[in-house]
């Protein structure tokens, strides 16, 4: 019982801090297109081994981005909605529950946050072997528990051997 307990406990301690141990600093600056709609663009958004769009996606591994944001709600809870666009087709992208849980991924802060509050957010994409080699337009929208985008952003992106 208590080595359950103990790993009930080092869990999620191990889990936040994946997010602040990521060393971004050298990633490149890449240029979004805002979303459609009145939902807000990022301040900024650093993907790694990106230098220019359309970034290269390689199969089997996983695309690491930051974006940062200026929260502008009191959140609770924060979750990214992803959308590919490929081959004329538009589907959601479902996420590991793990990434999915975005308030675990804030670098050097924890939900809840507040309004005015300058936040960044890393999150993890897999990219699964099994992906087609093809173009595709991906749309990621950060939303607190009520659905309210606290940042939206649109990339280019090639899924590469």
């Not at 591994?61 to 944001?69: I, L």
């Amino acid at each position: 019982m208590f080595k359950f307990l103990i790993l009930v406990a080092l869990v999620p301690a191990v889990m936040l801090q994946n997010a602040d141990n990521i060393n971004y600093d050298d990633w490149d600056v890449v240029p979004f297109r805002p979303c459609a709609g009145a939902r807000p663009p990022p301040a900024s958004l650093r993907i790694e081994n990106c230098p220019q769009m359309p970034c290269q996606l390689r199969r089997g591994t996983s695309a690491m981005m930051v974006m940062d944001y200026t929260s502008l709600t009191d959140a609770t809870a924060l979750r990214p909605i992803v959308t590919a666009t490929a081959l004329g087709i538009t589907a959601p992208y479902e996420l590991p529950a793990d990434v999915a849980a975005a308030c675990n991924w804030l670098v050097g802060a924890r939900c809840p946050t507040s309004t005015g509050e300058d936040l960044t957010w890393h999150m993890t994409m897999p990219i699964t072997p099994i992906y087609p080699l093809v173009s595709v337009t991906i749309e990621i929208d950060l939303q607190d528990q009520s659905g309210q985008t606290q940042g939206c952003f649109v990339v280019d992106a090639r899924v590469v051997a």
